[in-house]
């Protein structure tokens, strides 16, 4: 194992998360933005998103054993193209297939795969890199992840609101084959492992071996993704369904106007993934993991001004900045927090666990998302005209669930 940052293989790595993510970012964007501009619902959007989060959920934990036990190069191939073929099946049943159906089976397939797809990613850090080195390599897998979230909904947003949806899904296509070109000449190290039993027994054993490990040998890491699944329920599930419904159906924009502003305010999120993944890498010596708990804090207070600004604030371009801004700083601290997670995870677990470790973090961060995003779709549709409520709401219980998480995360 060479002990540089930018190996060969971690650079294919790399540039085939540009090219996949940058194609998942616009058609994860045009989607749901499509199904709110012919619904209107906000309930109906909630549901959607809650629905396709569920796969998801289910399927990561089956990614980490696949990816303790498969070469993880093949699995990012087979799923790059996958998706591809999912895009192309869309295209061609969008005028011939309830919409509301077939969104939601699409998402639901398209959040599956990138559900089974990032513990192959994220397991194959450690299989490349030095231990001194794993920290600036999850630094550099969240800039690119946020910088393809960047580009993705602000040219998905330029290109859908100028010529609709059909260019955004062929640009996505594209993507994901060239992506899957790209990991094809990936070499991941990996040590076939002998199967004894059928399929249901080995994974039910995998998964008793990782939960054992998180509860007897690591208890803090269970106790995190407690924390984590309660800021997705309350935090992360208010900006995915908030923000688009916020800044198209609620404040005073044109449609067309409204959904390039979308773009640029997802592009503020991707673009806080960017200056957060660049500060943990500058920053990854003097980072204590010790200290999340006060990022945690920082990050939810920031929800408090989106809230005021919707209570107080007349002109809704100021109201349009001022939450753009907030999710901007949010994401640069909730990035900071997740590098440093990750990399305590990473470097804590046994190689044979890493990649059923990491999924099942990602499964427990997730599982409150679906219920997260149905719930606060049915609370903006129950408070209309007092959508305000809603985001204090979400700011106030987040923050406290960060206070009471700082202790925890001394221990670490």
Request: proline share 3%; glycine share 10%; hydrophobic share 55%.
């Amino acid at each position: 194992m060479e002990n540089k940052l930018f190996t060969r293989d971690f650079t294919l790595v790399v540039i085939g998360q540009i090219i996949s993510l940058f194609g998942n970012a616009a058609v994860r964007f045009a989607l749901p933005l499509y199904l709110l501009n012919q619904t209107g619902s906000s309930a109906l959007y909630g549901t959607v998103m809650a629905l396709s989060f569920i796969p998801a959920v289910l399927l990561s934990p089956v990614g980490g054993l696949i990816a303790d036990r498969v070469n993880k190069r093949n699995i990012m191939v087979v799923l790059d193209f996958s998706t591809a073929g999912l895009m192309l099946l869309f295209m061609l049943l969008m005028n011939h297939v309830s919409l509301v159906f077939l969104l939601t089976v699409t998402l639901m397939i398209l959040y599956g795969i990138a559900g089974a797809y990032q513990p192959a990613v994220q397991a194959s850090v450690p299989a490349l890199m030095a231990q001194d080195k794993i920290m600036s390599a999850n630094a550099v897998i969240n800039v690119i992840s946020s910088f393809a979230s960047l580009l993705g909904p602000v040219l998905g947003g330029i290109l859908y609101s100028a010529y609709g949806l059909l260019p955004v899904l062929a640009v996505s296509i594209v993507s994901f084959v060239m992506s899957a070109v790209m990991e094809i000449f990936i070499r991941i190290p990996h040590q076939k492992r002998t199967v004894k039993g059928g399929i249901v027994r080995v994974a039910l054993g995998d998964f008793k071996e990782s939960v054992r490990f998180i509860g007897r040998d690591k208890p803090v890491i269970g106790q995190g993704m407690l924390v984590v699944c309660g800021i997705n329920l309350f935090l992360s599930a208010m900006i995915i369904v908030g923000l688009p419904y916020l800044i198209t159906e609620v404040l005073p924009f044109e449609a067309a106007q409204a959904n390039r502003l979308y773009g640029y305010a997802q592009g503020a999120l991707a673009a806080g993934g960017i200056a957060g993944g660049i500060g943990a890498g500058v920053l990854a010596r003097w980072l204590k993991v010790k200290k999340v708990g006060n990022l945690l804090i920082m990050g939810t207070m920031c929800v408090l001004p989106m809230g005021f600004a919707l209570l107080c604030m007349d002109n809704g371009m100021a109201v349009y900045m001022t939450i753009t801004i907030c999710c901007f700083v949010i994401m640069v601290i909730s990035t900071i927090f997740t590098v440093q997670i990750m990399s305590f995870m990473q470097a804590e677990t046994p190689q044979n666990l890493v990649g059923k470790v990491i999924a099942l973090a990602m499964t427990s961060s997730m599982c409150a998302q679906p219920f997260g995003n149905a719930l606060y779709g049915f609370l903006f549709e129950l408070a209309a005209g007092h959508e305000a409520v809603v985001v204090l709401f979400a700011g106030v219980v987040s923050l406290m669930i960060a206070v009471g998480a700082r202790k925890l995360f001394m221990k670490l």
